[in-house]
């Protein structure tokens, strides 16, 4: 018997919200696998699908009127099926005949379900081939009359078959009993009364079809009473998926007796059976479940201003070759790749796209967060003399990395006159840079001076410069920056010592003048912060 059939029961596997026929809720997905390398046409996929999760679930109508098969997700082509055996149960066997399957390739088939209003579409006929008739109606009005007999013929068929209806042909048109037996084990297998007028073929339908299986041998059989009659003719006639192999009978029985006498080349008793037939194929397809398509949004961090992000990846599960397209209020110099690379420009809401090969949607929002950057300062530029050391400390970030070698808030002593940077990093990650300047300037000759034995200390100075001289009443005091802004004290001087605020100006080199009477002195000195 055929061996590709999938038992379908995990809820995992259900997918809702995404495109099927109209009015339906539900869909689920199958890789048919097509092994032979040909392609087969018209071709019965059978399933086994747990009906009774899905009734008990509220997912499909309790008597699975509700149940389509396609080849899209959109069920845009559906496709013909017949419900085997009985619904609500965890092994429902569903044959569907499927209009091609491509060769060496994995072919997409859906399961739809989930409509109230739905009505049964479950056929046989519709299915398979046929139907075909098992003596392909063999006549003859040769009669006779044994009771209690049963007559008729032993074969095997040539292919798997599906029997849906018995029937007779008599002449005395009475209601007579069809018996399918297995040959091997002798078991009745299918049996049941046909009605119907004499000389003419009668059939009823099986209330089970029945699967016979190729090289299986079978006995079909017709039962006379007491009063029957039956016909009789040489030239056995045998449908064309079936070999005949001899007549077999029995006299003095019932119906339920197995036949063991033996005739050749004759048809004694015109009993007939409907089958179907379904497309085969030397290696038979192999059905799993597809799993469905997916996007993963991968990262969705925050971004620093200026950084570039990768988005997306490769679409998994249902049906290959994808395709993609991306969308978003900002510049895309990509939209159709399962991944992009993008520098927003300010937070900003990426969607990717993906359809498959069955016609099958999936999306996936991504927004990206651009993160501020740290208020980064290197701090004052800083002017002092060679073998003096300074201290660079960075602020408005976390952590600091300079250029140079230096470490943040360790002092050093500069070689050279030289601009140093730090790089912030912010507990976000983000980064800013800023920029000193360490100059080095030639101090010699600063304490020397000529006059009034004027001295400056701290030189260089930071906001509070000294001032001795031999005065001991008022002095005007002038200082001059290098592009010769003059900036005037005057200070009344306690024991010769004048202590000047120089808070206010810029780091610099200054020009220092001391008008005392008419006695002047003069003298340099370094203002190294602001």
Same mark, same amino acid.
């Given at each position: 018997m055929y061996q590709a059939a999938l038992i379908l029961s995990f809820f995992s596997f259900i997918i809702t919200g995404y495109?099927? $026929?109209?009015?339906?809720? #539900?869909?689920?997905?199958?890789? /048919?696998?097509?092994?032979?390398?040909?392609?087969?046409? #018209?071709?019965?996929?059978?399933?086994?699908? +747990? *009906?009774?999760?899905? /009734? &008990?679930g509220g997912m499909l109508q309790a008597n699975g009127e509700d149940l389509r098969f396609g080849g899209d997700c959109a069920g845009n082509v559906l496709y013909n099926y017949w419900i085997e055996s009985g619904i609500n149960t965890d092994s429902t066997v569903i044959w569907v005949k499927m209009d091609s399957l491509a060769g060496g390739s994995v072919n997409a088939l859906f399961m739809y379900y989930g409509n109230p209003s739905a009505t049964a579409v479950s056929a046989i006929h519709t299915t398979f081939s046929g139907p075909h008739s098992a003596t392909d109606s063999v006549s003859n009005t040769n009669q006779n /009359?044994?009771?209690?007999?049963?007559?008729d013929f032993r074969f095997a068929p040539n292919q798997d078959i599906l029997a849906t209806a018995f029937g007779k042909n008599e002449p005395h048109g009475t209601t007579r009993y069809i018996t399918l037996f297995d040959f091997a084990s002798q078991a009745i297998l299918r049996q049941m009364q046909v009605a119907g007028p004499a000389t003419q073929y009668s059939y009823t339908n099986l209330p089970a079809p029945i699967w016979l299986t190729q090289g299986t041998q079978y006995l079909l059989e017709i039962f006379q009473n007491s009063s029957e009659g039956y016909y009789y003719g040489a030239g056995p006639q045998i449908g064309q998926h079936l070999t005949y192999l001899d007549m077999r009978y029995c006299n003095g029985c019932t119906q339920n007796t197995f036949p063991t006498n033996t005739l050749t080349g004759i048809h004694y008793g015109y009993v007939d059976m409907w089958y179907f037939t379904r497309t085969h194929a030397a290696q038979e397809p192999t059905v799993s479940i597809?799993?469905?398509?997916?996007? #993963? $949004? @991968? +990262?969705?961090?925050?971004v620093c201003p200026g950084s570039s992000i990768a988005l997306g990846m490769p679409a998994t599960g249902g049906f290959e070759p994808y395709s993609y397209l991306w969308t978003s209020q900002q510049p895309l110099n990509d939209s159709t790749s399962a991944g992009i690379t993008v520098t927003p420009l300010a937070s900003a809401t990426y969607t990717q796209y993906v359809t498959d090969a069955a016609a099958c949607t999936d999306s996936a929002v991504f927004t990206i967060n651009v993160l501020p950057l740290p208020l980064v300062s290197a701090g004052n530029d800083q002017i002092l003399c060679p073998g003096n050391q300074v201290t660079l400390s960075g602020s408005g970030a976390d952590t600091y990395t300079w250029? &140079?070698?230096?470490?943040?808030?360790?002092?050093? *002593?500069?070689?050279?006159?030289?601009?140093?940077?730090?790089?912030? *990093?912010?507990? +976000?990650?983000?980064?800013?840079?800023?920029?000193?300047?360490?100059s080095l300037l030639d101090c010699s000759g600063l304490d020397k001076q000529n006059v009034l034995n004027l001295k400056l200390y701290p030189n260089p100075a930071g906001d509070i410069l000294n001032l001795e001289g031999d005065w001991n009443a008022a002095v005007e005091i002038r200082i *001059?920056?290098?592009?010769?802004?003059?900036?005037?004290?005057?200070?009344?001087?306690?024991? @010769?010592?004048?202590?000047?605020? /120089?808070?206010?100006?810029?780091? &610099?080199?200054?020009?220092?003048?001391c008008y005392y009477g008419s006695k002047v002195a003069t003298g340099s000195f370094v203002r190294t912060e602001k």
């Open positions: 495109s099927q $026929p109209a009015g339906w809720s #539900n869909r689920e997905a199958f890789y /048919i696998t097509e092994n032979t390398g040909s392609t087969l046409y #018209n071709y019965q996929v059978r399933l086994k699908v +747990n *009906t009774q999760l899905l /009734i &008990g /009359i044994v009771g209690d007999s049963q007559r597809a799993a469905p398509l997916s996007l #993963n $949004p @991968g +990262n969705t961090n925050g250029s &140079g070698g230096i470490s943040d808030g360790v002092p050093f *002593t500069p070689a050279a006159t030289a601009s140093y940077t730090v790089t912030g *990093t912010a507990a +976000n990650g983000c980064q800013a840079t800023d920029t000193v300047m360490v *001059t920056d290098m592009s010769g802004k003059t900036f005037v004290f005057r200070k009344t001087p306690v024991s @010769g010592l004048i202590t000047l605020d /120089i808070s206010s100006l810029p780091a &610099g080199v200054y020009q220092l003048g």
